[in-house]
């Protein structure tokens, strides 16, 4: 048997479980430490506050929390993070799980029944909460104690877990200096004026980037505003590398012919014959005794193709 073909298929095998392994996390130290800090918090206040309020009830704190404590404190700007995520897509996938545990004997199908379900939902209500799928089998395979709560088991633990675990993160990502709800800053006006961005007019565009996200047509977790400013920074540094920091003083022209009274008596045309690739500007500043000369504000240029050839004339 040939060896060529089965190094061909060892290596496309290595390859393809190397991509099992995601690429590293570029999230800074401080960042980490945060995100450890605000789960702790965040999970500990939560268990402690539904703890002395339900007291007496079973059960007061379901598991899901810990994965939506991930997403909140962990991965903020995620649009899987989001206030109306954590509670949209809890509410709907506990409603779900108890009618499905109730209506479908079989608790192995009516746990995939659930979860099928609510992921529909979520994507059509805009809510898509992954720890809400836990939610989901929690109502199913919970035992006797939620199956005794019926549709009460949405508001308690459901609805009163996701509700302070939820306010938890607001003030410690508000407090830690996230943005949380995550909004991309809004872009600074440009000279006072309602043109666009210099950013929107070259390079990538949001409807260059719609369109590639809808041709792609799979779900990214990111959102548009956030992936757009990481593109428009990225083509920055690439200029940058490519061109350097570019001055004005260093691609402005410094041999700008200036018009005078002597150079009005100038046959039209030739104003720019004596030296090559040389730039024509007309200039009329308000007042003065050009005053009654007729305003002429545009820049022409005159190229000459090569040294000793007849020059172009200047467009006035």
């Avoid at 809808?214 to 083509?235: P, S, T």
Wanted: with cysteine; net charge positive.
């Amino acid at each position: 048997m040939p060896t060529a073909p089965v190094s061909a298929l060892a290596h496309n095998a290595r390859a393809w479980l190397r991509t099992f392994i995601p690429l590293p996390v570029a999230a800074s130290r401080k960042e980490r430490l945060k995100s450890c800090l605000g789960a702790l918090l965040g999970l500990l206040c939560t268990e402690w506050i539904s703890h002395q309020t339900l007291g007496g009830f079973n059960p007061w704190f379901v598991a899901p929390m810990g994965a939506s404590a991930v997403l909140l404190f962990a991965v903020p700007s995620s649009p899987l993070a989001q206030p109306w995520s954590i509670i949209g897509g809890n509410l709907i996938a506990a409603v779900i799980g108890v009618a499905c545990a109730r209506w479908i004997p079989d608790p192995g199908l009516a746990a995939a029944v659930a979860v099928a379900l609510a992921i529909a939902l979520m994507f059509q209500l805009h809510c898509v909460h992954p720890p809400s799928g836990a939610v989901a089998i929690t109502a199913v395979f919970g035992g006797p104690a939620v199956s005794a709560l019926g549709f009460g088991f949405v508001a308690v633990p459901v609805l009163f877990n996701s509700m302070l675990l939820l306010l938890m993160a607001l003030a410690f990502n508000n407090l830690s200096r996230r943005r949380y709800p995550h909004r991309p800053p809004e872009p600074a006006a440009q000279h006072g004026t309602k043109d666009v961005p210099p950013s929107q007019r070259i390079g990538v565009t949001r409807a260059d980037l719609d369109a590639a996200l809808k041709v792609r047509g799979e779900f990214l977790d990111i959102e548009e505003d956030d992936l757009e400013q990481i593109l428009v920074a990225a083509q920055l540094r690439a200029y940058r590398r490519h061109f350097g920091n570019v001055l004005c003083g260093e691609i402005m022209s410094r041999d700008v012919i200036m018009v005078t009274r002597t150079s009005l008596r100038m046959r039209r045309g030739t104003c720019c014959r004596g030296t090559a690739s040389r730039h024509c500007r007309w200039w009329t500043p308000p007042g003065g005794w050009w005053g009654s000369l007729p305003r002429a504000t545009f820049l022409r240029y005159s190229v000459i193709p090569a040294r000793g050839a007849s020059p172009a004339p200047c467009a006035t």
